[in-house]
């Protein structure tokens, strides 16, 4: 017998440090599968976020950095433009991109700058504790609503992916799902598009990416991908929105 | 003839993979691993055809599949 599917190279020995059933695991799964696909895993960086893949760097043989909370489109900027060659990742949580950081989000999607934004969109700040985020979802139970969100109080549902596609400048924008293997062969597509567009024109890409957090919602990981089917996808459709 | 193999360094017992496999062939196993998970095992290995959903869902990348 011979094997038709295995763990990809790109991948370290180390298992992750993310919960049983966290979509954030899929979503690196599918980062270094990319990678050995198009032949980069020697040559791609990836940015890690403060948030629950702040460990990243030890889950993938390739190299990796940090920024603060919410910086890593200014460190990146930074980083990709004395590097114009090195292919970049920028690997962030909804809080991460949408929260503390969306001004550097906005102003370096506008510039576009030449790295690809994968964003990993669970609706809460996971590593903190599930506290709600500008992605929570109208009356989403989390530690900081607990009777429910209430747009009033809190705001509405920010979707970063749609602002994002309104500017000139990025050239990929989507927005991808990681709850069935239909959507997840999707989103390796979408990932793979925008490290494409990325080396062979240059240019600013965003992939967002509908995960899961069973912890923090509380609930048990088999329950997830219909949840975000019935529920998520309702208020974040998946698809592309530019390029 | 196909089967998966699931390594249970990896593994978390998620159970993700249960729902998606076409013959329901996965399941919590009765073993656990070192960081305390009961990980899944697969039955009935001869309906396995190897279409790999499985492993696609897999988070974890523990699931390697043989045809
Ligand atoms: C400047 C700063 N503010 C706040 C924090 C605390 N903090 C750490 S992780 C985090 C939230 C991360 O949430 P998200 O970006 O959605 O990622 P997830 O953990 O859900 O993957 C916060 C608020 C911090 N480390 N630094």
């Known amino acids: 017998m011979e094997s038709v599917y295995q763990r990809s190279k790109a991948l370290s020995a180390a298992s992750t440090s993310f919960c049983p059933g966290c979509m954030h695991s899929t979503a690196v799964k599918l980062i270094c599968e990319v990678s050995e696909e198009l032949g980069i895993q020697d040559d791609l960086v990836i940015m890690a976020p403060i948030g629950c893949a702040v460990y990243l760097g030890v889950f993938v043989q390739f190299d990796s950095f940090g920024a603060p909370h919410g910086r890593p489109a200014a460190t990146g900027t930074g980083f990709k433009r004395s590097n114009p060659d090195v292919p970049l990742i920028l690997y962030q949580g909804d809080g991460d991109c949408a929260s503390i950081g969306i001004a550097e989000t906005l102003h370096a999607a506008n510039r576009g700058e030449g790295f690809t934004v994968i964003m990993i969109n669970n609706q809460v700040y996971g590593m903190t504790g599930g506290q709600a985020a500008p992605t929570t979802l109208p009356g989403q139970k989390t530690t900081t609503s607990q009777y429910g969100k209430i747009t009033e109080d809190m705001g509405d ?20 799902s990681l709850h069935t293997p239909k959507n997840i062969l999707a ?20 992939v967002e990416l509908m995960s899961s957090c069973p912890t923090n919602w509380k609930m048990d990981p088999k329950d997830t991908p219909k949840y975000m089917e019935e529920v998520v996808l309702k208020e974040f459709p998946v698809g592309d929105l530019k390029g | 003839m196909a089967k998966v193999v699931i390594d249970p360094v990896y593994c978390k017992g998620c159970g993700l993979c249960f729902a998606v496999c076409p013959k329901g062939l996965l399941k919590t196993g ?19 055809t190897a279409c790999k959903l499985c492993a696609i869902m897999c988070p974890d990348a523990a699931i390697t599949v043989y045809k």
């Open chain 1, 157 to 176: 549902v920010i979707k970063l992916a749609e602002i994002i596609a309104s500017f000139n400048a990025p050239k990929y924008v989507t927005r991808q």
């Open chain 1, 187 to 206: 989103a390796k597509k979408a990932i793979k598009k925008a490290l494409e567009i990325q080396i062979n024109e240059g240019g600013y890409s965003y």
């Open chain 2, 30 to 48: 009765d073993k656990v691993n070192a960081k305390g998970y009961a990980y899944a095992m697969q039955e009935n290995e001869e309906q396995c």
